[in-house]
């Protein structure tokens, strides 16, 4: 019996190493604040700023730091980013994505606009789980996303979404405002799995749906659809 519990601890101490020396840790001079106009982003509302910003949420980031986007961003601690959008419109033409545990952030006194340029086709503004990026990530497991202060436009598309917000716990939407077409078969959020977490101080304006909700557990206050 005591031969027995001996080979259970060495085996335990063994396993417990060999964890122990797989923990990441952060690349050498990682970025966690982040301003999109550092990475190239000009928010003129003409310039084509989508891969700029894509480039201020991403770095440094991926599983393989020398991946070129669209890659995986796994379900790291160790790698948080807090990204400023300050005052503008920023032009975009395809989708933003919003890997784990990331902030986007407005200016909180000059609201910027995030713009979806008509592109011809329907497209998401920002997803917060997309199998391009996700990798195995399932929305149970999707934690630490924070969006606040944008004004989310998409007056030029005919069947956009703005935010895929496919989540669990520790979210967080609060104070934007989702500027659809009239007439148009646009959404304001798709949630159509996972926890949405807390959401709040929202305004949706035309499109077809402001909230298309099929999830669980969350919790939400001052919707204005």
Request: glycine share 8%; aromatic share 10%; proline share 4%.
């Amino acid at each position: 019996m005591l031969t027995r519990l001996i080979v259970i601890l060495v085996v335990l101490a063994i396993v417990y190493s060999a964890h122990a020396v797989q923990i990441k840790a952060a690349p050498a001079n990682y970025v966690p604040r982040r301003s999109v106009r550092d990475y190239g982003a000009k928010g003129d509302g003409v310039t084509d700023d989508t891969a700029a910003i894509i480039r201020a949420i991403t770095e440094s980031r991926a599983d393989d730091p020398n991946a070129v986007y669209p890659t995986v961003y796994s379900s790291s601690s160790v790698t948080p980013a807090l990204v400023y959008f300050p005052p503008g419109t920023y032009l975009i033409t395809d989708t933003l994505p919003f890997t784990y545990y990331t902030q986007l952030v407005g200016d909180a006194d000059d609201t910027p606009v995030i713009k979806m340029q008509n592109t011809g086709s329907d497209k998401r503004l920002i997803d917060a789980l997309d199998a391009r990026w996700g990798g195995n990530l399932v929305n149970q497991n999707n934690f630490f996303h924070h969006m606040r202060n944008f004004v989310l436009d998409m007056s030029e598309c005919d069947a956009c979404t703005g935010i895929h917000w496919q989540v669990a716990q520790a979210t967080q939407l609060s104070n934007i405002y989702f500027k659809m077409k009239k007439g148009s078969k646009c959404q304001g959020i798709w949630m159509e799995n996972g926890s949405g977490g807390f959401v709040s101080d929202l305004v949706f304006e035309g499109g077809m749906y402001g909230m298309w909700v099929g999830n669980q557990q969350f919790t939400s206050r001052n919707i204005t659809i």
